[in-house]
RNA sequence: GGCGGCGUGGCCGAGUGGUUCAGGCAAGGGCCUGCAAAGCCCUCUACAACGGUUCGAACCCGUUCGCCGCCUCCA
């Protein structure tokens, strides 16, 4: 079974799931305000796939992510562009997931939107004000953070020390008791889109959607509540304290991933301003580089993300692609039992990718050496790289067009006649068009250069 | 200030007491090849510093230095 660090409890332990053979995932999504940046593409690739390897470790994997269609980012840029807070939503969530799938992310099983569960989140909200735990403010609804026991729990402080580092100034917004205390309901200011509650017309906090969407879509004590690290405290155990003040089992297990960060190592953040688009990067990158970038560190570690490692981790990609197309022809084989078995103990030993890789790489070399291996070894890299990795190989012939293959003829009769300097004339024409040139053992063979 | 994490060779990055080596990328040399490419073989550059524990430490303990995260919107 595979470990994991607990964010709540500070050790790796297995996960225990709730239902046997079945594990329930959720996983805080984007506000779809802007273009997607690389933090959201190491938290997209990094848990994906976690899903893909859980789901061909044989369970049943259940995977929701929520997308934030309202919010105040969102409603700024609306204004801006005098246009209305849907019209910008759907266009960030469709470039949001046209870029997931160039990263080969896959689409989650559920993708709740905020904007279809006001009214249970205004039901929630209400149970809370009922019950002690939320408060009338100046302009809206909050939370009383002290009213929960073990506040902190994410941020592995408690609440007093945590008060300390607040900002002061916090103290003075709008009717708050505590710095620490968030909003709940945000009442709307004249032309904000709202919808009705009992405390006026607004919309929903933002730390309170994923609970109502998390237990309706996965219901009480879900497995797994994933996210990056900055959003542990305070959007995490923002949602635990509600979910716990409501009388619910919330997540049984959290797991936080490492900030992308840049070249000085800080990490990216869009207050700091160097956040580096993702949609761009994708198009002028494989997506798949990024893909192996993302899985040669593991997943609380920072991660640095430049033009000279993502070109090395091209040539990982590069390294997988050329034994794929060595061994395609090989024919049918079970997969090597010994190297899955590594590449499984590698994963389960707290989600180490890079360790698994390097198994992978093991087996390809392993397989070089030993011929009699290469066809099981072969097919266990193929499913470890396909189905856990999501890294979808390239063992195929490209298509290439018909004055390539015109080309290609032509140099394998020069080659034939021993004619040299034709043969060389003709590599070199392919090469200016973009191809690698190779001499296999049935003559000229092309690709397409990335 | 509080809490947490990290410092491994040219780059990325595993490794938690002991052997032959993590792995990838890059560099140099060789084999193969008509020449290349791919592949294979060999080589090179390490464990932040200082103490301590131990027969033995990159790995355990302590100290120091440096970097980062969270405590504020954020994946």
Redesign the pocket.
Known sequence: MLSLLDTAT?KVAPLDPRDQGRISVYL?G??VSGSP?L??G??TVIWDTLRRYLTWSGFDVRFVSNVTDIED?IIARATEEGSSTSEVAARYEALWWETMAALNVARPDAEPHATAYVDEMVKLVADLVSTGHAYRGGDGVYFSTESVPGYGLL???DVG??R????VE?EREAGKRS??D?ALWKLAAPGEPAWPSPWGPGRPG?HTECVVMSLDLLGEGFDLHL?????????HENERAQAVAAGKVFARRWAH?G???DE????????VGNITSLPDLVQRYDGRALRA?VL???YR????VTV??L??AQ??VD?LD?FAR?TRDLGPAAPDPGMLARFRARMD??F?T??A??VV??A??DA??EPARAPALAAAVRECCEKAFGLRLRGEQEEAGLEVMALVARRDAA?AARD?AA??SIRAQLQDMGF????GPHGTVVRRER
Not at 227 to 235: E, I, R, V, Y
Not at 264 to 271: A, I, L, V
Not at 301 to 304: A, D, Q
């Open positions: 500070g805080c984007p506000t940046h933090g959201h190491r938290v980012k941020a592995r402080q020390t945590l300390v580092g607040a900002r916090a710095p620490l968030f933002w996210g990056g690290l900055d959003l542990a405290f305070p959007h991933n900030m992308v960060v000085r190592g800080e990490k990216m953040s869009k207050s970038l040669q560190a593991h570690s920072p991660m640095n000279e490692v070109e090395q040539g990982a390294r050329t060595e030993a707290d180490d890079p360790g890789l390097a790489f093991e390809v070399r070089r050496a080659r040299w043969a060389d690698v040139v190779e001499d």
